[in-house]
């Protein structure tokens, strides 16, 4: 319920005259039995229930890494408590860094999406997108060609996507468009990770090379979001879980899981992510940025 005592509007139907065309951006009709449908192209989506689907991930898609297949059935069994479950086994401790972005957001008037939320919410009026179809998502969908009209989002948050697309620009160009003038966008991305296939892994930043990327945006800050224990108890755990597999893939696979018992040395990172050197092994960063208002 809200203030008022009305209904409180899923995230969905926030976007009322914000839907268009994922491909000519033109407004698209309907909903007709469910369907959204451009008159110009015959592009659209469809509406289920409280979700709209635009795309998104092929079921084999999530599934061809043997790794990110049992991931997938982990998010899947765990659905909304696999963040925390996660963050209990991960190797790295990422700081408190969304929550106070977004307490500088009116949510209840003011549109803010999580693009590639994944099965996580931080807050149920946060638009939630992702290309997989999870209980928490509201909009499936590519995240390159949002079906979104122009400046129709107050703020953006992306966490641990950007190293997971082939086209990194590409992304920042969408969230440049879709972003209002004087709205505000904060990203997480790793710099000393192993590689981790979400369903794919391609790249790593750098604090220089992540202010490079976000180039049109005026940039507030760039910090330390998960520090250098992260990124040592990682390494360690893939290294322990190589040497001990002698050479067996198979073995590889069933040691990696039984490495996390390592995982709570990340808890150094309280002190030694505050460190003026610790840029040098971060695990990842953490950029906010703004469009320009002009």
């Not at 500088?104 to 290309?131: E, M």
């Not at 972003?179 to 505000?184: A, D, Q, S, T």
Request: aromatic share 8%; charged share 20%.
């Amino acid at each position: 319920m809200t203030e008022t005592g009305a209904p409180a509007r899923c995230p969905a139907d926030r976007l009322t005259g914000l839907l268009v065309c994922p491909s000519c951006r033109l407004p698209l009709d309907g909903p007709a039995d469910g369907r959204l449908t451009c008159a110009a192209c015959g592009c659209g989506g469809q509406r289920r229930g409280d979700r709209l689907h635009f795309g998104g991930f092929e079921e084999t898609e999530l599934r061809d890494d043997p790794l990110n297949r049992i991931k997938e059935t982990v998010k899947r069994r765990f659905g909304r408590a696999y963040p925390m479950a996660i963050q209990m086994v991960s190797p790295v401790l990422l700081r408190r860094f969304v929550r106070p972005f977004l307490a500088g957001f009116d949510l209840d008037r003011q549109l803010v999406a999580d693009l590639g939320s994944g099965t996580n919410r931080y807050d149920r009026r946060i638009l939630c997108v992702d290309g997989g179809v999870y209980d928490n998502v509201d909009l499936v969908g590519d995240l390159r060609t949002l079906p979104l009209a122009d400046a129709s989002l107050d703020g953006i948050v992306s966490v641990a996507v950007l190293e997971h697309v082939p086209d990194p620009q590409a992304h920042v160009e969408e969230m440049w468009r879709v972003l209002k003038p004087g709205g505000r966008l904060l990203c997480f991305v790793p710099f000393m990770q192993p590689f981790h296939a979400s369903p794919y892994d391609y790249q790593r930043y750098t604090a220089p090379g992540l202010a490079e990327l976000f180039g049109r945006f005026e940039v507030v800050g760039t910090r330390v979001g998960a520090g250098p224990t992260s990124s040592l108890v990682w390494v360690l755990q893939e290294w322990l879980a190589l040497v001990l597999s002698f050479g067996s893939t198979r073995l590889y696979r069933a040691l990696v899981p039984l490495m996390w018992a390592l995982s709570p040395l990340k808890l150094a990172d309280h002190l030694l992510a505050r460190h003026p050197a610790a840029p040098v092994l971060a695990s990842g960063f953490v950029i906010e940025a703004r469009r320009p208002a002009g």
